[in-house]
């Protein structure tokens, strides 16, 4: 069954002139199972981040337009009122994001401000809620729980933040947590120690996950599916295994390229991709990889290509990408 | 490193025993009430046309050790000499800033947001007479075909330009002076990968073709491992590990280098299951506090391997790892033989 379903997703800011207009997101469509963790991987303004503002319904203050279709766990979010939406954040789903001391109230103690949606919504007092509260920071690996309830945001480290933001995001038992760049801000060794933890929690409280991601290295070790974004597109989506092992757009190839990693003998030369990613207000015409790819011809200038499944054998690996990945004969899905 | 090679021109950069302390203030008088040891008396040398990367987490004490090569932190004791000539020297005759140069992680902070390209580049040449003023529009050209901007971005304000036009700017404006060594401090960090890898082909390029050294400050073993000839790795304002890169990636000596290269995601699915048996997942203890460091070893509280002996007196000197040239190692137990099992039980493939 699956737990997030969405279905053409667009999103349209107003620009600064009355007739421009940015489009961050084109045409989204993906779906979460119960208990399967996505990657989401892309650059900045591939628009990542707002494809999980606008599923979130956190998009309407900005002004900005989302048509699609949104469906949580049976219900159509985007039908829904603010107020509606409130509830569902939280007990539906849990969102964890990456600067954990601009996410929590400096002049709230940690206890209170987790207390906080338990006694209101879930019909917990003071007491219970504190119960809960210790109970949740130990889950999360803070030692001495009690005592730190008491701890205001800017007495704890980079990496207790974060695990308290993550203690926040499950205390009300979310189907769904979607942990945007959860370790971007930390060291890389407090990174590793957070991203197991989400990886454990998520098994033991059986929650969809959504992991969204510059670095392809924090989704190769937590993730099951991963859906690669471009210029507000998702370009490529596969199972992890499958998209490491052959990845099929040349977006996606020249990413994992370019990437120095440390597991490699490095090369003289990184083979950087060439160029800048693609502007909202001014995308290219056709695959909005086109202008910095080595295997463009004509013909991708012309029409924005559809994602599509170039091999019958890899179900569920989908392609946006006419040359290295034809769209067969019988129909493209999306 | 240290050893001193009499014979062969002096290196890009020499630094012994350097020492950074700051003053703690408290209270509402600002009273100094102690001294934090951001840099603990760390050595290194940068040879000519290498690149040295110096690496740690947040609070290593790599930045201020950076930023003391150029002056920028109080230099409490020990020696930083730039191609053979003692900083204070440089600084009083006014040559430092053509001895050597600084780029930030952030470039749009240290760019001026009035200025262009262009306005910014011909100060720079004009304030340290580097050309004719005849020259100047001509070394404006040069200068940002050597950095990879096309000649219509001169014209251009920082907020016109790409984070990584940015970062090329910056560079551009480091390289005006003609420097012999530039200090690198987390320059791709905030850059998209795309990105990122323009930018270190760069790099590499400059040192190549114009002669330049780099102490290259860095917190992604990635980047460190693709692009440098030899790797400083501190902690707690010590340096724990120095290393030739290949070597250090391949045979870490020291418990921290090791949790350090042990901790980076690596893009492969494959590497889960081995990572996630092996290493723990509670949190590890923090770094000591650098206003009061425990005695002994600064990595003790995190080290698997500590003893009675990391608990007391200094910290362990810097021992040369014995067949390995330049490879030296600040641990009591890098020797030992159940140490040397555990490194070797999974190091990461060179």
Redesign the interface.
């Known amino acids: 069954m699956n737990v997030l379903d969405v279905a053409h997703l667009e999103v349209t800011h107003p620009g600064h002139d009355h007739d421009s207009s940015l489009t961050t997101v084109r045409d989204v469509s993906f779906r979460v199972a119960a208990g399967e963790s996505l990657g989401v991987v892309g650059?900045?303004g591939s628009g990542k981040s707002q494809t999980m503002l606008a599923v979130l319904g956190m998009l309407g203050r900005a002004g900005a337009t989302v048509s699609g279709r949104v469906t949580f766990d049976g219900t159509d979010l985007t039908a829904l009122t603010q107020k509606q939406l409130r509830g569902i954040r939280g007990s539906g789903i849990g969102l964890v994001s990456q600067d954990a001391l601009s996410a929590l109230n400096p002049a709230m103690s940690i206890g209170k401000q987790m207390a906080e949606p338990l006694i209101r919504y879930d019909g917990h007092n003071r007491r219970t809620a504190a119960d809960r509260c210790a109970e949740l920071l130990q889950l999360v690996?803070?030692?001495a729980a009690r005592e730190r309830l008491r701890a205001y945001p800017h007495q704890l480290?980079?990496?207790?933040r974060q695990?308290v933001l993550i203690a926040m995001a499950i205390s009300r038992e979310p189907k769904l947590l979607i942990a945007d760049e959860p370790t971007t801000a930390l060291?890389?060794?407090?990174?590793?120690?957070v991203?197991?933890?989400i990886?454990?929690l998520r098994r033991e409280l059986d929650m969809a996950l959504v992991l969204i991601t510059?670095?392809?290295?924090?989704v190769?070790?937590?993730t099951d599916r991963i859906a690669v974004m471009y210029g507000g597109m998702i370009v490529e989506t596969a199972s992890?295994?499958e998209l490491?092992d052959a990845p099929g757009h040349p977006y996606t190839r020249?990413?994992?390229q370019?990437?120095?990693?440390?597991?490699?003998?490095?090369g003289?030369?990184?083979?950087?991709?060439?160029g800048?990613?693609p502007h909202p207000s001014a995308p290219p015409p056709g695959c909005a990889f086109q202008p910095?790819c080595t295997l463009a011809r004509d013909e991708c200038g012309d029409s924005v290509p559809l994602l599509a499944e170039p091999d019958p054998a890899r179900a569920g690996h989908l392609v946006r990408c006419p040359v290295t990945a034809p769209v067969p004969a019988e129909g493209a899905r999306t | 490193m240290t050893a001193a090679e009499n014979t062969a021109p002096p290196p890009a950069a020499a630094v012994a025993d350097l020492r950074v302390d700051f003053p703690v203030r408290t209270g509402v008088l600002r009273r100094v009430t102690g001294m934090t040891h951001a840099v603990a008396g760390v050595s290194f040398t940068v040879p000519e046309r290498s690149i040295v990367s110096l690496v740690g987490?947040?609070g290593s004490g790599k930045t201020t050790t950076g930023r003391a090569l150029l002056g920028l932190s109080p230099v409490t004791s020990g020696s930083v000499r730039l191609h053979g000539r003692e900083l204070g020297e440089l600084r009083r005759d006014r040559t430092l800033p053509r001895v050597a140069q600084i780029v930030y992680q952030d470039p749009y902070a240290s760019l001026n947001p009035r200025m262009t390209l262009r306005t910014m580049l011909r100060e720079v040449l004009t304030v340290h007479r580097t050309v004719e003023p005849g020259a100047v529009s001509g070394r404006v050209a040069e200068l940002l075909d050597q950095v990879g901007l096309r000649a219509q971005l001169a014209g251009r304000y920082p907020h016109e330009l790409?984070g990584?036009q940015r970062q090329r700017a910056a560079i551009a404006r480091a390289l005006a002076v003609e420097p012999r060594f530039i200090v690198c401090d987390e320059i791709v960090s905030a850059l998209?990968?795309?990105?990122?890898?323009?930018i270190?082909?760069l790099i590499?390029d400059l040192r190549r073709e114009r002669d330049v050294s780099f102490l290259f400050i860095s917190?992604?073993?990635?980047?460190v491992?693709?692009?440098s000839d030899h790797v400083v790795v501190m902690y707690g304002g010590k340096v724990m590990e120095s290393a030739p890169?290949d070597e250090l990636?391949a045979a870490p000596r020291h418990p921290y280098t090791r949790?350090?290269?042990?901790?980076?995601?690596?893009?492969?699915?494959?590497?889960?299951p081995d990572?996630?048996r092996t290493?723990p997942?509670?949190?590890?203890a923090?770094p000591p506090d650098p206003s009061a460091p425990p005695p002994g070893c600064r990595f003790q509280s995190s080290c698997p391997f500590a003893t009675a002996e990391c608990r007391e007196g200094d910290s362990p000197p810097p021992a040369a790892v014995p067949a390995a040239a330049g490879h030296t190692v600040a641990c009591h137990h890098h020797d030992t033989p159940a140490v040397r099992a555990a490194l070797a039980e999974r190091t990461?493939?060179?």
């Open positions: 650059e900045s690996g803070i030692p480290s980079g990496g207790m695990r060291d890389v060794s407090i990174q590793s120690q991203l197991r933890l990886d454990r510059h670095d392809l290295g924090v190769a070790g937590v992890t295994a490491f020249a990413l994992m370019s990437v120095p990693r440390m597991d490699r003998k490095p003289d030369r990184l083979p950087a991709i060439p800048l990613p910095r | 987490e947040s790409s990584g998209d990968v795309s990105i990122q890898g323009q270190l082909n590499q917190h992604d073993m990635g980047v491992r693709h692009i890169c990636f949790a350090l290269l042990r901790a980076v995601p690596v893009p492969d699915p494959r590497a889960r990572a996630a290493d997942e509670g949190p590890r923090e990461p493939a060179p």
